[in-house]
């Protein structure tokens, strides 16, 4: 006779796709964490600290598994025994604390050998993970997909750390190799004249979205592929690299950005890529429409999932083409 209740009877809730909140990393490959963490900077659009549990929720009901195009039946979060380790212990605006707690939780995971896929918060979530990243890996690149660079000089008397100087500081700090990094899907306008040469001056490609008609899908996948050869690389996904049609509640949005379609497509075609860590950030819960933008997140993340399986070298059985 046992005291515990049968499993079938509950289900699990509050986590990102069902899977087990846990700190017990035993067998996992990957997990989830949330970063629920912003400056606060924004004249309306505050609110991304909200992001991890509006892409959870989401996530519960309107992710599935698997692809029917699949015919392996491959489930990458099975396959990963992905676990979900909860939000960091963070304070929204108090800045370089929250950095420092992020970079200890994100390390030890890292350290375990399990791949981190994080969720945001706004762009300084990105910052913390790099630094992690970079202990164990010191070739760490970046594939940053965004409308904006977040690699901008720093201005006045401003906090250091900011939305807009995570990839500067980045560099200063040596945490990536800028020369074999990429900014992805840049376009709209700036506070600050001449910001794509600033970037292209600390060592970052950076390349507007008209790349993705001129260069197609396939081009640039080629393109990314052929900077990083076999380094370690982190793919930090901002969800305005959508156009707003897509993924309204951001933090700041963009016209002229990709399609949901194009968007799922191109990480489809990262496949190939050596990434040890992911994050996507700047889901802001109070702009979004009906969940739609958490719900594009959440498919992004599972779209990690399975990048995350291609890297780990977790070959679905029966040839499956994921």
Not at 61 to 75: A, E, I, L, T
Not at 76 to 81: E, F, S, T
Request: glycine share 10%; aromatic share 10%; net charge negative.
């Amino acid at each position: 006779m046992t005291d515990l209740l049968p499993e079938a009877l509950f289900r699990t809730i509050g986590t990102y796709l069902g899977v087990p909140q846990t700190l017990d990393l035993t067998g996992a490959k990957a997990a989830v964490i949330g970063l629920p963490f912003d400056c606060g900077r924004h004249p309306r659009r505050v609110g991304a600290r909200l992001g991890p549990a509006a892409i959870r929720y989401m996530s519960t009901d309107m992710v599935r598994h698997y692809r029917p195009d699949d015919p392996g039946d491959f489930d990458p979060v099975r396959a990963l025994g992905l676990v979900d380790c909860g939000d960091v212990p963070v304070v929204s605006a108090e800045v370089e604390s929250s950095v420092e707690t992020m970079t200890a939780a994100i390390s030890a995971v890292v350290e375990r050998g399990v791949v981190p896929i994080c969720m945001g918060g706004d762009g300084v979530i990105s910052l913390p993970q790099m630094q992690a990243l970079s202990r164990k890996y010191p070739d760490l690149c970046v594939l940053h997909f965004d409308s904006h660079t977040d690699a901008y000089p720093e201005a006045g008397n401003e906090q250091a750390i900011n939305p807009a100087t995570t990839f500067s500081y980045a560099v200063e700090q040596g945490y990536v190799d800028a020369s074999r990094s990429i900014h992805f899907g840049l376009r709209g306008f700036s506070y600050v004249p001449r910001v794509f040469d600033y970037t292209k001056g600390l060592g970052y490609q950076a390349i507007p979205i008209e790349a993705l008609e001129s260069e197609g899908i396939a081009g640039l996948a080629k393109r990314f592929k052929d900077t990083f050869d076999d380094r370690p690389v982190f793919l930090c996904f901002d969800m305005d690299f959508f156009d707003p049609s897509a993924a309204p509640g951001v933090f700041t949005p963009a016209w002229g950005g990709a399609t949901a379609r194009e968007g799922l497509a191109l990480l489809r075609a990262l496949k190939g890529i050596n990434f040890v860590g992911f994050d996507v950030n700047t889901l802001t819960p109070g702009a979004d429409l009906k969940g739609q933008t958490a719900w594009l997140a959440a498919t992004v993340m599972l779209e990690f999932c399975y990048l995350a399986c291609d890297s780990l070298g977790l070959t679905p059985e029966g040839g499956s083409s994921y």
